[in-house]
């Protein structure tokens, strides 16, 4: 893949603390470089994806995680500012982060942009299970937005497909808006 991209997204990630964030963000980046907002106390990497819709779309993604930073009124404006997804994390073995889903999910909608797409997932890495499957996905319904499970044995796999299908909504969603105002031109 070349270095030309016909998109830049911004993701950010939210959840708990040990809900696998920052894990999950490795698994993805792999061998690519990371950068530090040290400023702001979050760091983000980048990474070059290709989405196939209709033709192919080279979508740069800027990645941010915090930095330990997960008490709520740490997270600064700065870290939503221009985000055009949300990976919003559960650890499925702890009820406190998934009561704090809630909590998060306003904070998006106070910071973020209406249409910003939020894909909750359900993070397994241990034993011990008190966050069920039903729980999750009606929390999803409930809040318009998609939601995925990942564990142990398949975020290798999966954590690409996740990225995936967050990006796909958001180019979508681009491509409509840039249709319409073509439309209106
Ligand atoms: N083996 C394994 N450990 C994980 C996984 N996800 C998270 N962990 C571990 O759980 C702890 C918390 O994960 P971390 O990504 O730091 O959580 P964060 O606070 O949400 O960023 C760390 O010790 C991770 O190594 C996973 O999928 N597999
Ligand atoms: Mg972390």
New binding site residues.
Partial sequence: MNNQFDYLYKLV?V?????????????FRQAEYTQYGATIGVEFCTKQININLEKDYNVKLQLW??A?Q?KIQAITTAYFRGATGILL?C?VNDQSSFEKCNVYLKQIKDYCNENIKVMLIG?S??SGRVVQTDKLVQFAEQNNIMYTE???QN?TEKCDAVIQRLTQSILQQSLEKAKKEKQVE
């Fill in positions: 990630v959840g708990a603390q040990k809900t696998g964030k920052t894990y999950f963000i490795n698994k995680d915090t330990g997960e994390f650890n993070n890495f241990s990942i564990n142990e975020i």
